[in-house]
């Protein structure tokens, strides 16, 4: 089973494609909001238990100074999945990500791209997929609707 | 009374010109470590129990992904400092200057520059002569003492 | 006391925030426009005679090559608390915060986020705060406000 | 098992953080270089037959235009971990961390920071316990040591 | 004869600037999705084929961690372009540009401006026009038009 | 007569390229240190009186959040040259020259390239040759020198 | 006399600003479009011929690698004030502004802030100031106007 | 015949990597000193006469705000390549890479890497082989010593 969690509410737009990547693929998961600077004890209980409540792995979304994902990270041994979010008054997206993706040595947060909530749900799954064979099928069947979609693109293109 | 934490003991180099104010301005003072990642409960405590031990400013100096000082805040209702440090590893500064700077609206952290643990004492002590006016008038002592330094090296350099 | 000032009547719609905060807390305030630039005179009268007008705290906006607030907090002792507005030609908020965030060791400017002037408005009453008990319980609240809030979103996304 | 790649020898002194991990935590692993650029076809068979041969989860280090972890993300099923290297002429890391971590839909990378194979390993340690309760709890223990350190640093300090 | 690659049907409106060059030109061109995330086999039939199909220069054009053009260069002999296209979530288009500049030694890419593809397609009829005169005298042609047209707009402003 | 002006004297080895200019042009100057920050009001009286101490124009120097190039231009009606000196914290100059650069419409600083007072001098005297031909005259050799220099390491290099 | 060129016309609506301010301060000026990467001789002529024709001042304005203001001040000895633009595809002006600003040693540009061509038209009615002393005189009225229109604003804001 | 051009001397140590390549291939070339800033009739005459005097392509590296690379671009019909070279005084290599990279619709530079001469020539030759098969044989060699050479550190690892 799967968590997402966002600093904001105003970050489910952003997140909903991880639990849209969960839905394809069959993942249980769960999704909520949960705020490091605003509910600190909430997010201590979230990573506290997350292990002990069957959670595999934790995406985490948040924007501006990002502390959601890595203090997560701190608590739990889950690997941890960050979604920098580019927030209203954001630099360019630079805070989220540089706020997510340079965790001191120790605690890492497997960073993916601005905005990118459907690639940390697809890492999930390959997450989950080491120790679920069938997940790893239905990761190369995406993979192959990928390749197919292309090769449509580049077949109406050539003509 | 002012606490200093810091991320790690490799931050003492840059985090004791904050100290050195303090003994400077006759401001009593704790130091220590205090890591958000590696000791998150630690960090609660002492974000917890801050202001019922008596502190009225607490500075957080951190480097990478900082998540020291907003943490901090997010925790307690004193006002926290955060300075920045430029780690190892770090992208020029700017990881740590976003992840402490670019907090969301409810939780501010008052940021200096790169590096600046001297300027988040004299920050501090700011704060405190709003309720102290013998350190307002040190604070006014001190600043007229830059000032001579400056007129001092302008004299030499009119020679 | 508090006092905002901004550099340019433009930036209003984004200081006000800081008034906002006031009103909500019940704090004296005072606001108006001091230019740096245009007006450098009077940006010296205002903040030669900030403390002894009465004033604890001032909030300085400004965007661009953003002088304000560290030249107000270069000419009085109280603490200084920098917004950095993000002007209609600026690189992306860059230059207003560098501007405000990198002052020489001697003259500390307390820098929020980006149009943050919300957080200066609260890290001017936590200023405040340590020498009136009040406001730190009024904090204490209006943390459980946020807290409050978050735990609804959180209800009604985990439905 | 887990497999540690590098666009160039030279990468090797960043990259053996990951193996020390491994050792620590007694997960077998193997090491080599395999370059985009240099070996593209080397490099397919590298990703193309990585599941087959047992591999888990891979880790993969480039600097520069660091195209490696992404091309073997989109060749294989498996979780990608990606070290953005600083090369000599980087533009401070810049070029790495963009290179790695802005993947597009459908491919992800999970990027850890500038130069962190350590915590590339502990990524894929924590990735490797989501199927084995016994690295879970190493990693546990390993996360209890982290906490000693620093409290002994803070015991230290606090003399 | 000369190819353009894109590496997603939603680069066409950038890209097809370079195929209009080349109908200006009377160049003979071919131009396909080709992506090297979402088909890697695909661009590496693409890139290893090139030459022998008689294509004497390709045209990539690619956003994000933009890796076509630097993995098709790594395969082929031929010289090859870069368009740093600028995508929904890019950072500003540093992410494309660095991704296809940095190009390790070895293995160059011959950057243009961020979704300069009109600049891509000048530049491939240069390389063109190395060995084919009639070429270098329209490209001569070219230029003077564009002269033409300042020295009317020079005209029309000095009225 | 013109004015070289800088905010610390450890900004001296860089400013001296300006005075050397001077002496080799035959311009009477002063040079001095005067700091916006921690002698705010010796720059007032500098920028005050610069005109009818018969300055024509002035150089001034300062790293960091460099606030003196734009508050002497905001005080004094003498064109002002800036020069955006890399300090020891600096976030790779890029703080210096926002700070300088970005001034808002009304007071202009034309700002010359990171540390670079040697230009600074010749922009000087370019404006001061506005009114003075054998300045003009002697501008002229200098870049004479400049093109021979050039043409002897081109000549060095062919053979 | 001053000049205004522009690396093209869809730089007007920028540049205008300059002819305003000298319209505005009665100082005869001429405009124009030159393109030092599409008219290369006209620009030659232009900068050669500028002092001649009587030229004392020249505002130059480009976007993206913008090389007119530098390509002209390598040819005139007249001071060249730089502009730069911000372009359709910039890099949120960082092109412009580098290209003109970071000067080698030698041959300065005086650049102003991004997309300020009214501060040009101001610091080239400085430079003409230093031998007119009625404009001089132009000057201070122009800021006493900047500072009666704060002062307004502010009378109005503390109403 | 290839053309080595550079804006100063000092940027020898960077180019010579052009020249090493030109040898290895069997390339004929020159190189040479011009500035574009020091001696831009110089840079005019080399750009006008270079196809006639029997280049086909020309390298051209410069730092700072480099404005040799696009200048000659403008000039000429050959294809240039331009090599940003980090100068002493540089915005991290910013400077020279988008003075180089940005240009304007009509007249491309094919830019490489930051300091990366070697590939330079590399394209260089790339561009020369559309009409030269023997270089097209030699660059397949050259690329398979790469390949080699990454084939032995590899076997050398895994042992």
Same mark, same amino acid.
Not at 20 to 39: L, N
Not at 55 to 65: E, Y
Not at 92 to 105: A, C, E, F, T
């Given at each position: 089973?799967?968590?997402?969690?966002?600093?904001?509410?105003?970050?489910?737009?952003?997140?909903?494609? +991880?639990?849209?990547?969960?839905?394809?693929?069959?993942?249980?998961?769960?999704?909520?909001?949960?705020?490091?600077?605003?509910?600190?004890?909430?997010?201590?209980?979230?990573?506290?238990?997350?292990?002990?409540?069957?959670?595999?792995?934790?995406?985490?979304? +948040?924007?501006?100074?990002a502390h959601l994902p890595g203090m997560v990270a701190s608590i739990?041994?889950?690997?941890?999945?960050?979604?920098?979010?580019?927030?209203?008054?954001?630099?360019?997206?630079?805070?989220?990500?540089?706020?997510?993706?340079?965790?001191?040595?120790?605690?890492?947060?497997?960073?993916? +791209?601005?905005?990118?909530?459907?690639?940390?749900?697809?890492?999930?799954?390959?997450?989950?997929?080491?120790?679920?064979?069938?997940?790893?099928?239905?990761?190369?069947?995406?993979?192959?609707?990928?390749?197919?979609?292309?090769?449509?693109?580049?077949?109406?293109?050539?003509?």
């Open positions: 089973k799967a968590g997402i969690i966002m600093g904001s509410k105003s970050d489910l737009p952003v997140m909903n494609d +991880a639990a849209d990547i969960f839905k394809e693929f069959g993942v249980e998961f769960e999704i909520t909001v949960v705020s490091a600077h605003r509910t600190p004890e909430r997010m201590f209980e979230y990573a506290k238990n997350a292990a002990s409540r069957g959670l595999k792995v934790i995406i985490a979304g +948040a924007g501006g100074a739990t041994t889950l690997p941890v999945i960050g979604v920098p979010v580019k927030s209203s008054n954001s630099i360019d997206g630079w805070d989220s990500i540089l706020s997510i993706l340079q965790m001191p040595n120790g605690i890492p947060v497997a960073t993916v +791209a601005l905005n990118a909530a459907k690639n940390a749900g697809l890492l999930a799954v390959q997450i989950l997929s080491t120790a679920d064979a069938s997940l790893a099928e239905k990761m190369q069947a995406y993979k192959d609707e990928l390749r197919k979609k292309v090769e449509e693109s580049a077949a109406e293109m050539e003509k």
